[in-house]
């Protein structure tokens, strides 16, 4: 590296990669989280809601919306009659404090029985 801009240049194509595979790796880590049947629901969603934190601070951004499609689309078949439920709801109602919510309830109502 002959220049300044040279090594400039050099650091920023590392730095650029880096950030790619950082944002690669924390997405597929968000897609391959799944809860296991009989897992801690609060638990999976502060996860989730972690990594998407994680994916908005490397400027990956998903909508509301779909952060909701992707928590539901993690969960394990013991919840598809949640899911279910909440499908007939308009996508401006399923926010994901509604959702976090309802599954919070839903793991209580579990603890219960």
Do not use: W
């Amino acid at each position: 590296l002959e220049t300044a801009q040279e090594a400039y240049q050099a650091l920023e194509r590392v730095h650029h990669r880096t950030t790619a595979g950082a944002k690669i790796h924390t997405t597929r880590r968000l897609f391959e989280m799944k809860l296991r049947p009989g897992g801690n629901i609060r638990q999976h969603v502060t996860e989730m809601l972690s990594v998407f934190n994680e994916l908005r601070l490397l400027q990956v951004n998903f909508s509301e919306e779909l952060k909701v499609y992707i928590l539901l689309s993690s969960l394990d078949k013991s919840y598809d009659n949640l899911c279910l439920s909440m499908e007939s709801m308009s996508p401006q109602d399923l926010t994901l404090s509604y959702v976090t919510g309802r599954l919070s309830d839903e793991q209580e109502r579990r603890v219960r029985e």
